[in-house]
């Protein structure tokens, strides 16, 4: 009996002193994430580059009013051009829409120190587009197509769409097939890094949408005018990967 009663202690000692140990170890306080800015550093960012200090520049266009936060892309087309040409306008700048160091100056002394988040803003992606592997979204009211991986955005296009008579169909689709040098049978125009999603539907590089914007529209295609991007995810994207095409 004296015996059980020794081990009992023992156990309830050992237990206290656990107890002691558990209640006095430090325990480290949750790590936060570091806050990063926009960047102030001047990158001569010009018409038709894709990089981040064109989305530095139209991070700081949303911020001083000329450009939508759907639009933070980082590619410098028609629409970073007249955002920049209004910021201009309302700044007694010379309205040529180029990015001297004048006029970024003056942007970032309007705009000062801008927070990035980690959300994406106003953009609505289609609960179809969020998958586990790679999917092309594609959104008709913003006029942008998502290159994802895993739910995830990872690069960001200009896109236009069919003309009245020759609409893009939305919906869910996938790659059927894909071109590198595709040439329409039907128009006899050169449609580079076609990924086909819809008989003869495809996303495929524009030239016309590169140099007109969005004066044109196609026969119905998802047209891309940034020609670096079309190709590096034409060399993505495979067969059977998703298509989505929706307004949000």
Request: glycine share 8%.
């Amino acid at each position: 009996m004296k015996k059980v009663i020794r081990l009992l202690l023992g156990v309830v000692t050992a237990t206290a002193l656990v107890g002691v140990a558990s209640g006095t170890e430090p325990v480290a306080a949750p790590a936060q994430a570091a806050t990063s800015y926009v960047s102030t550093t001047y990158t001569a960012p010009k018409k038709g580059q894709t990089n981040s200090g064109v989305k530095a520049l139209q991070r700081r266009l949303v911020k001083a009013k000329t450009l939508g936060p759907a639009y933070v892309t980082s590619y410098f087309g028609d629409l970073t051009e007249s955002a920049v040409k209004k910021f201009q306008r309302n700044n007694g700048l010379t309205a040529n829409g180029r990015v001297s160091r004048t006029t970024w100056n003056k942007l970032v002394a309007k705009t000062g120190k801008i927070k990035i988040g980690s959300s994406n803003g106003s953009v609505k992606i289609d609960r179809r587009c969020k998958v586990s592997g790679r999917s092309l979204c594609i959104d008709k009211r913003t006029d942008k197509l998502y290159y994802m991986k895993n739910s995830k955005i990872i690069r960001t296009y200009d896109a236009r769409f069919g003309c009245a008579a020759t609409r893009t169909r939305e919906g869910q689709f996938s790659v059927l097939w894909k071109s590198r040098h595709h040439v329409s049978s039907i128009y006899h125009t050169p449609m580079p890094y076609a990924m086909f999603f819809s008989g003869g539907q495809a996303v495929h590089y524009s030239a016309d949408f590169a140099a007109r914007g969005y004066a044109g529209c196609s026969h119905g295609c998802v047209n891309i005018r940034n020609k670096a991007g079309i190709a590096w995810i034409f060399d993505q994207v495979r067969t059977g990967d998703r298509v989505v095409v929706y307004r949000s």
